[in-house]
Nanobody, 121 residues
């Protein structure tokens, strides 16, 4: 069963950068589509970015031009490079993918544990 582990969060000043990593283990029967979401207390989880199986990417408007999603297929690792960070980027960041229990089953969502990003002014 796939497991996702995020890392790379921390505290930075506004204008700084962080690179988040999401490492997948036992990544079998999976979509190779990976999304990043973020969430602050009391609010709904917000979509940030996605990279699909063919490498196509999308970003929410608030991070366009500042964040870049990428992947290393050989290492089963996905990244979110975050530049020009703003205080409003402060959140818990999660990676999410979809996998099948067996090849012919339906896809289920799998989430990482989250990594905290705090941006101060």
């Amino acid at each position: 069963q796939v497991q996702l582990v995020e890392s790379g969060g921390g505290s930075v000043q506004a204008g700084g950068s962080l690179r988040l990593s999401c490492v997948a283990s036992d990544y079998t029967y999976c979509s190779y589509n990976m999304s990043w979401y973020r969430q602050t207390p009391g609010k709904e989880r917000e979509f940030v970015s996605v990279i699909d199986a063919d490498g196509s990417t999308k970003y929410t408007d608030s991070v366009k031009g500042r964040f870049t999603i990428s992947r290393d297929i050989v290492k089963d690792t996905w990244y979110l490079q975050m530049n020009s960070l703003k205080p409003e980027d402060t959140a818990m960041y999660y990676c999410k993918t979809e996998c099948r229990t067996v090849y012919y089953s339906d896809f289920d969502d799998y989430w990482g544990q989250g990594t905290q990003v705090t941006v101060s002014s």
